[in-house]
């Protein structure tokens, strides 16, 4: 069973800086995709950043691109997605999560069957 912590969220202000990361065990392989997902109380959860567990291939959607880096430290199974320039639209409950397979684009919920519980991510102005 795969398992998944996040962790690393606050309140910052506009302009500030975290770092969220995210604590995986239990996959059986490393033919898997790992991604950042957000979503705030009026909009669908959406896919931030995802990166394969080979490194060979990453993503980051084009609202955070320049701002946000996703990166992963193999031998400590832990993902982290890197956030500078944070502006009040990046609040929100930012989520880890595990798929076995490749990535492909920008990650969609729907694909990935290992979730954390989330970690929360307020950035005022």
């Known amino acids: 069973q795969v398992h998944v912590v996040e962790s690393g969220g606050g309140s910052v202000q506009a302009g500030g800086s975290l770092r969220l990361s995210c604590a995986a065990s239990g996959y059986t392989s490393r033919n898997v995709c790992m991604a950042w997902f957000r979503q705030t109380p009026v909009k669908e959860r959406e896919g931030v950043a995802s990166i394969h567990g080979s490194g060979r291939m990453s993503y980051v959607t084009d609202s955070v691109k320049g701002r946000f880096i996703i990166s992963q430290d193999n031998p400590k199974n832990t993902l982290y997605l890197h956030m500078n320039s944070l502006n009040p639209e990046d609040t929100g409950m930012y989520y880890c999560?595990?798929?076995?397979?490749?990535?492909?684009?920008?990650?969609?919920?729907?694909?990935?069957?290992?979730w954390g519980q989330g970690t929360q991510v307020t950035v005022s102005s």
């Open positions: 999560a595990v798929r076995y397979g490749g990535c492909g684009g920008r990650p969609v919920p729907s694909n990935y069957n290992y």
